[in-house]
Nanobody
Framework: VQLQASGGGLVQAGESLRLTCKAI????????VGWYHQAPGKERESVAT???????NYADSVKDRFTISRDNARRTVYLQMNSLKPEDTGLYYC??????WGRGTLVTVSS
């Protein structure tokens, strides 16, 4: 199983980024998927998840700013991040199913 995450970068506060995570070698559509954020010096936390049935949950800190979506045909999960804040800085990891993690993609938001 491979999870290829991309889309991170350096942006200014208020700008947007779109993260993409493509899954290879896994029956993507049957699994819950999600994005997790690890800020510098902190533990990894859930940002947004979307179940195999389409149920979505967001962390309170990103509600109304981030949107998670999935394309089962492309085996891909997306995270649209708008109105970025400096506290959104960190590594973002995608997860497919209970145990499959992608490499982190770095998001840096300058004030």
């Amino acid at each position: 199983v491979q999870l290829q995450a991309s889309g991170g970068g350096l942006v200014q506060a208020g700008e947007s980024l779109r993260l993409t995570c493509k899954a290879i070698g896994i029956n993507f559509k049957i699994y819950d998927v999600g994005w997790y954020h690890q800020a510098p010096g902190k533990e990894r936390e859930s940002v947004a998840t979307i179940s195999s049935g389409g149920a979505i949950n967001y962390a309170d800190s990103v509600k109304d700013r981030f949107t998670i979506s999935r394309d089962n045909a492309r085996r891909t999960v997306y995270l649209q991040m708008n109105s970025l804040k400096p506290e959104d800085t960190g590594l973002y990891y995608c997860k497919v199913g209970p145990n499959n993690w992608g490499r982190g993609t770095l998001v840096t938001v300058s004030s």
